[in-house]
């Protein structure tokens, strides 16, 4: 290297130090002493040495950009180059140890439809030199060092975004008084208090406006309460639904962080299905296409290549491959960053979250317009028959002149009319939704489901079928091989797990070239990992089937580590639903022939389909003979009757041309090579079911819900699930076998890793499954009511020539089918297409694989598996963080739930509703003045909107919850029988109430306070008041059960809030009676009258059970238990 070009290098960056300007990373002063074969970012000499180059410095004027001495490099070179000293970064020099500012790496995410590095505007060459600017590695990443992490998120930024403010409870306790009704009341108790100083003859005349603003205070303090509880609640939720977890590279070890975690320099590693969370530029990877059109709004796939197109852009999907990716941008920095940042300045939409419309919300909003219509009506008849009795007898019966005093007459009035509208306006029917969302969705997180759509967790109420995966979700997803054969002889799988203590002699005799190719096609082919987790057991990471072929070659001896230190892959084909199968070209030490590189092709893959691509098989060490198709039919009929998944192993050799060549590598066509390959071994793989999904299914089945099975296994292996499960019982079990006895088998539900990782009904997870069998029996048909069917002939016989639903025999076929094997990802969403043309039916998926993601998000609720790919989750309604069945009928029950709240809730307030609007205008006529004052019906709103929709919504299910069928969408939200204890309760109260203001003091033996009505408070009408509330909260108790139980205080006591509110209410309503003198117009009453009042509240309770005799009876209603 020319001593001019270094010292060129050396005079600009005493020149720019000099001038406190930008400073070159390695410290080029020192480095040029001791490294004079070195460009300025630090070759070792040994690579120089083996790879020459040409150097230039190439220093940027720019005070936004970087000084970087750049090697153009003559020759390839592979090796990362040597991190050296601590040295400067842009920024104006502020920072000093990074050799690369943020502008600069936002420059590169702005290049993403550019070749970076042969771009002339480019501050990089190489990924490899950008991780050493940034101090990081590619091969072993940044350092976890605290104190380093700390000083790299402080520089280059976190991955987070800055959160909008949380509205305050004072905003909240604001927006309250924006309510309509609350200012007329709030106008209408100041006018009062203002007339009654300047004419009222009382003294106290100003009590009733002062007590008007007193409640309306109090009801807009207990609704910013609320309201402010559910921000916090639906704030966390979203925090949690909003978390996910990256795979990143730190000090050498692999290892998963959360995505807020990443900082500028990791090195991430990519899979299908990942959504990204940061920019970065790709290194490492095999045909990985990736979905752009989140941030370009370009519909069409994006291929990405290490050395073309590296650029990765933060919330792009990957559709396809995997690879590594060094981390370039993150949070606000980031591409997608930038988008969301811009948005900051835009007003929050307050409470968004909690304010989302579902259909039960409309439904009951619906509801809400009519009684409020109905309590119009009557505030309207009780206002025109209050004041036009007061103008006839005071003008024209006693012809009174006209005086200012008698606005405050006609102004109370008004204020009547208003309550009466206030009390019949069901406000707390949003708030009782809200409410029992909130407390479910909070509950349902506790029982591993994440709700990420609030309207799932109602609508799981009215599911009527449930089509679950089967690995992983009803079994346990521990894959281990049960059978093994190899080279033409069956190994005892028992001998396998006692080999390790056999002083290395092979199982069976197989010869070790055998075996060693067995071993070799696994660990070199599969990218899972087994993990020491330091309690001395081991950590499954990556793919399960792929795990489970892992631990048999443990069994084996093996050191898969080892193996794969030493092999070297040089191309990798991912797995795909169309392929079924996954494939590594691995180089042959020292083997080549004239200019040809040597190396072997591995495959492994669904068993039936894999078995038709070999020609032979392996017999002794590496010799091969031919494989007849009757041995194929075989061995296939032979693993099928064990009803485990199956997979095939076979290996090719193969020349590759120019060796080292990158782009000959890529242009490898997988389908030319996975021919005339030879087979090494089939291994039969088992997942043992999840001991309590028989009775979670079992349950459904009781609830009205129907259970199916649609999973890429074959049928057989399905087949033998289902009935394992109780899904399939002997009675529907019209499985035809497929032809030729195909048996495959699905991988596990753990989110990959690896290369078997695209596009498949389990796509994240890798299937290996074909889809060759054709579901028929031996005559080529099969009956319309099979119970197991294959994704092949569903689509056959229920799809038309252009791809249309054939509604006639989608009808004939689904109710009768129960477990659908080899399904495809187009399967799932072609069968909830149909489904959701019933509306009688509401259907519910699981899915985990980004080829899921479209019927997920067309299914009524979508359940994404938590190993599931990002894509799924984000499709998904609900994440089922255990990929536990069990945990989709806890959703069921939460669902229900939710329903059974509202319900209650409806029960309970529709009675106060009817009985205190008819009283108040029956009163208004009759009496001239309502019965209840405007303060006492303000004091029964709080009681029915606010407490009695926090008591009664927030109530666990139980096991009864599931002995009924689903609620349906399309029916009427009140059952006949809640129609009938409300028209019972309400007839029961209007009589009592009747009664008590025209008799309770002959009753009694009280002074009638029809007489001094309007001259103040009365201990008859205390007595009045005092039932009407007493009824209502024990009404309130009869309100906890919908469905005319024997005993409503069952359960009572395990409901702590329940007890707790009620009493309140009691100890509230004592004191407003004895205490309450003036503003709430009462007289304390004596122990004999208050027993008479809670006898009289008591009585609703015996109402309920002679209701309880009458028809329609709750199990008039039910459906028919599915099967």
């Known amino acids: 290297m020319s001593m001019r070009v270094h010292h060129q290098c050396a005079m600009t960056l005493r020149h720019l130090a000099s001038r406190r300007t930008l400073a070159l990373r390695c410290q080029a002063e020192q480095h040029l002493q001791t490294q004079r074969k070195l460009p300025c970012h630090g070759k070792s000499p040994s690579h120089t040495a083996r790879r020459p180059q040409q150097r230039q410095c190439r220093v940027s004027s720019s005070a936004d950009s970087s000084i970087i001495c750049r090697a153009v490099k003559t020759s390839e070179v592979s090796a990362e180059p040597e991190k050296g000293s601590t040295s400067s970064r842009d920024d104006g020099g502020k920072d000093r140890r990074f050799g690369v500012g943020i502008r600069d790496l936002t420059k590169l995410a702005d290049s993403a439809s550019q070749d970076v590095y042969d771009s002339q505007s480019s501050i990089i060459r190489s990924a490899s030199q950008l991780a050493y600017l940034l101090d990081s590695s590619l091969t072993g990443g940044i350092s976890d060092s605290t104190s380093q992490m700390d000083d790299r998120s402080s520089t280059l930024g976190r991955n987070s975004l800055p959160e909008r403010d949380q509205i305050s409870f004072w905003e909240l306790l604001g927006n309250t008084f924006e309510d309509f009704t609350i200012i007329v009341l709030v106008i209408s108790g100041l006018l009062s208090i203002a007339l009654e100083l300047a004419f009222g003859d009382s003294d106290h005349g100003w009590v009733e406006g002062a007590a008007i603003l007193a409640a309306v205070a109090v009801v807009a303090l207990v609704t910013a309460v609320n309201d402010f509880e559910k921000e916090k609640q639906f704030r966390d939720l979203s925090a949690l639904s909003s978390e996910s977890q990256v795979t990143v590279m730190r000090s050498g070890e692999t290892g998963e962080i959360s995505a807020a975690d990443l900082l500028v320099g990791d090195v991430m590693l990519l899979s299908t299905g990942d959504i990204l969370a940061a920019d970065g530029l790709l290194f490492e990877g095999n045909d990985i296409r990736v979905d752009e059109s989140h941030l370009t709004g370009e519909s069409d796939d994006v291929l990405k290549h290490s050395s073309s197109a590296p650029v990765m852009l933060s919330g792009t999907k990957i559709l396809e491959g995997y690879g590594r990716m060094l981390v370039t941008g993150v949070g606000l920095n980031s591409a997608q960053g930038r988008i969301l940042g811009s948005l900051t300045d835009k007003p929050p939409d307050e409470g968004a979250g909690l304010r989302e419309s579902t259909a039960l919300q409309r439904k009951l909003e619906v509801m809400a317009r009519q009684i409020g219509n109905f309590g119009l009506a009557a505030a309207v008849f009780s206002l025109a028959a209050m004041a036009g009795q007061f103008t006839w007898h005071t003008f024209y019966v006693e012809g009174q002149a ?287 079911l999840r001991p309590e999904v028989r009775g979670a299914i079992a349950q459904c089945q009781r609830a009205g819900i129907t259970v199916r099975m649609l999973t890429g296994d074959n049928s057989g292996t399905a087949a033998a699930i289902a009935r394992s499960c109780g899904i399939l019982d002997g009675a529907s079990q019209q499985h035809n076998p497929a032809s030729n006895g195909s048996i495959s088998a699905s991988s596990a539900s753990s989110r990959p890793s690896s290369s078997i990782g695209a596009d498949s009904q389990d796509s994240s997870r890798g299937v290996y499954s074909g889809s060759s069998e054709s579901g028929r029996d031996g005559n080529g048909a099969s009956s319309a009511g099979a119970a197991v069917m294959t994704g092949p002939e569903f689509r056959e016989r229920v799809l038309r020539a252009d791809g249309s639903i054939d509604r006639r025999r989608f009808t004939a076929l689904w109710p009768a089918l129960r477990v659908m094997g080899r399904c495809s990802p187009q399967d799932k969403y072609t069968i909830v297409r149909a489904l959701q043309g019933d509306p009688d039916e509401v259907v519910a998926m699981t899915g985990d694989g980004t080829n899921d993601a479209p019927a997920l998000r067309l299914a009524d609720v979508g ?261």
């Open 402 to 688: 006209w005086d200012y005093k008698f606005l405050s007459e006609y102004l109370s009035y008004v204020i009547t009319a208003i309550t009466i509208v206030v009390v019949a306006i069901p406000e707390g029917l949003p708030l009782a939704v809200t409410i029992a969302l909130a407390y479910s969705v909070k509950r349902m997180l506790a029982d591993n489901n994440l709700v990420r759509n609030l309207a799932a967790a109602e609508t799981m109420g009215c599911a009527t079928t449930i089509c679950t995966d089967k690995t992983g979700t009803l079994t346990q997803n521990k894959m281990a091989a049960s059978r093994l054969w190899v080279a033409g002889q069956e190994v005892d799988i028992g001998a396998l797990n006692g080999h390790s203590s056999q002083n290395g002699a092979t199982p069976h005799g197989l010869e070790p070239k055998t075996l060693s190719m067995l071993v070799e096609g696994v660990a070199l082919n599969s990218t899972a990992e087994l993990r020491e987790n330091g309690n001395g057991g081991t950590e499954l990471v990556g793919d399960r089937t792929e795990c489970g072929l892992l631990q048999m070659t443990a069994a084996l001896g093996a050191d898969y580590v080892q193996m794969r230190r030493e092999g070297r892959v040089l191309r990798a084909f991912p797995f795909s639903s169309e392929r079924k199968r996954m494939s590594s070209i691995v180089s042959q030490p020292g083997a080549s022939v004239e200019g040809m590189l040597c190396a072997r092709l591995y495959t492994k893959g669904a068993a039936e389909l894999l078995l038709q691509q070999c020609s032979s098989r392996l017999v002794e060490g590496t010799r091969a003979e031919r494989l007849p198709q009757e041995e194929k039919n075989g061995l296939l009929e032979s693993f099928a009757a064990d009803g485990n998944r199956t997979l095939a192993l076979a290996f090719k050799d193969v020349m590759l041309p120019h060796p080292g060549d990158t782009g000959s590598l890529d242009a490898l066509d997988a389908e030319a090579l996975e021919r005339d390959l030879t087979l090494v071994a089939v291994v039969g793989l088992s997942d043992p």
């Open 863 to 1123: 359940f994404a598996m938590n190993s599931g790919t990002s894509i799924a989750k984000e499709a998904s309604d609900i994440l089922l963080i255990d990929d536990n069945f069990n945990s989709i009928v806890s959703a069921v029950k939460w669902g229900r739930n939710v329903y059974a709240g509202i319900i209650k809730f409806l029960q309970f307030q529709l009675v106060v509703n009817i009985v205190a609007v008819v009283t108040a205008a029956v009163g208004a006529v009759a009496l001239q003045e309502s019965p209840l004052t405007a303060v006492q019906m303000l004091w029964v709103n709080l009681i029915m909107d606010s407490l009695a929709s926090l008591s009664l919504a927030t109530e666990a299910p139980t096991d009864a919850t599931l002995d009924l069928p689903p609620y349906s969408p399309s029916k009427p939200l009140l059952a006949p029988s809640v129609v009938k204890s409300i028209i019972g309760q309400s007839i029961f109260q209007l009589g009592v109430m009747y009664a008590l203001v025209c008799h309770a003091d002959t009753i009694f033996g009280v002074p009638s306070g029809s007489a001094d009505l309007m001259d103040g408070p009365s201990v008859h009408y205390t007595l009045v008041f005092n039932s009407f509330v007493l009824m209502q909260l024990f009404n309130q108790v009869n309100a906890r059960k919908i469905y005319d139980e024997l005993n409503v205080l069952e359960g009572i006591l395990a409901n702590r809030l329940f007890l707790g509110i009620l009493g309140a209410e009691f100890a509230l309503q004592v004191l407003i009676v004895q205490f309450g003198g003036d503003i709430f117009s009462t007289k304390p009453l004596s122990a004999q009258q208050w027993a008479a009042c809670t006898g009289i509240g008591a009585i609703t309770l015996m109402v309920r059970a002679v209701l309880r005799l009458l028809p329609p009876h709750p199990n008039e209603q039910a459906v028919p238990e599915r099967k």
